[in-house]
């Protein structure tokens, strides 16, 4: 553990396929300062770190003084090993199998680093400083490319015996689903409800109907393989009807997996994220009053579901909250005595 780390800041890095993120942040959980740059998730191994340390060098750049930037947190797409601070094997990420990214890290800028899932990550920001502020139990789930989940206990993150626990959105939904997950299984509920699996859902609909599918075509030139799944919830929000049944499936689906959820954890808040999951805030009244029909929880629809408060910052965030927790809950241990 580093010491006086609250009076100094700490680096976050949110590594994806596309981007890499990075940013500076205090023991208040604001971020005083970011930058991003390409990732080059498709090439080799060591052209995809030169990315992650672009991405680093640029963001100390930004610091008042090198010496203030007293440790580095790294978040990536799973599955990884946060104890080892190993990349295992992620679709998101093919230049890195088994890859020692925290030792690299370390190695190169002489600083203590953590590695760690981004949803872990993000959910740890969410529960310190974000919309699961002052909740023992917090569940918390990214809905965009993928759906990633973390569950946060009195501010730490539940890891399971080997540190790959809450992968939430691989649950399978539906064994005899047509289509199998980048994880190999079928019926995960990411192969369904996520972003790209509405875009598809969409893309199908229309290709049936196209009539109906006028609206969702104009949004997209009039190419159905261009039907995003942003274009599906612009154009629900203007009342078309294809795109509105298109939208109520991906949320039916995801009502159905969160009945389940509050059946195993009966968190105190759920706290959604991600691209998709900021965008369907309207929608989360609706999920709410239809847990009872999947829960044997009577109470189920009295767990709030909040939005969540770092939306793209949240890789950021919860990198440095991967330093910055010890230091939390210090304080509040303190605080009760």
């Known amino acids: 553990m580093i010491k006086n780390v609250s009076d100094k ?19 208040a959980g604001r971020i005083v300062a970011k930058t991003r740059v390409p990732m080059n998730a498709a090439g080799t191994a060591t052209q995809a770190l030169e990315c992650v340390h672009q991405a680093i060098d640029k963001a100390l750049a930004l610091a008042p003084a090198k010496e203030k930037v007293s440790a580095i947190g790294l978040s990536s797409p799973g599955p990884l090993d946060p104890h080892s601070g190993i990349v295992l094997h992620t679709p998101n990420l093919p230049c890195w199998i088994n890859f020692a990214l925290r030792t690299f890290v370390e190695e190169r800028y002489k600083l203590p680093v953590r590695l760690d899932n981004d949803a872990n990550a993000a959910g740890l920001a969410e529960a310190i400083w974000g919309a699961g502020a002052g909740h023992n139990s ?21 890891y ?14 539906d064994f005899r689903a047509p289509v199998r997950c980048g994880c190999g299984k079928r019926g995960c509920l990411e192969s369904m409800a996520s972003g790209p699996a509405m875009a598809l859902r969409g893309q199908a609909a229309v290709t049936n109907d196209g009539a109906s599918g006028a609206a969702l075509l104009a949004l997209a030139d009039g190419e159905i393989s261009q039907i995003t799944a942003e274009f599906i919830v612009n154009a629900s929000r203007s009342g078309d009807p294809l795109a509105r049944k298109v939208l109520q499936e991906t949320v039916d689906l995801l009502t159905i997996w969160l009945g389940n959820v509050v059946d195993l954890l009966e968190p105190d808040v759920i706290v959604i994220g991600g691209g998709l999951g900021s965008q369907i805030t309207d929608w989360y009244d609706g999920i709410s009053a239809a847990l009872p029909k999947w829960s044997i929880n009577a109470r189920a629809s009295e767990i709030p579901m909040v939005p969540a408060k770092y939306g793209a910052d949240a890789g950021i965030a919860g990198s440095a909250a991967l330093w910055l927790r010890e230091q939390v809950h210090t304080k509040a241990a303190a605080e009760l005595d």
Do not use: P, W
Request: hydrophobic content about 45%.
């Open 9 to 27: 800041l700490v680096l976050g890095v949110d590594i994806g396929g596309t981007k890499v993120a990075a940013g500076l942040v205090n023991s």
């Open 138 to 158: 917090v569940f918390y789930v990214t809905v965009g490319t993928g759906v990633g989940t973390a569950i946060i206990l009195n501010r730490q993150v539940l």
């Open 160 to 173: 399971g015996r080997t540190g790959t626990a809450a992968e939430g959105g691989h649950m399978t939904i």
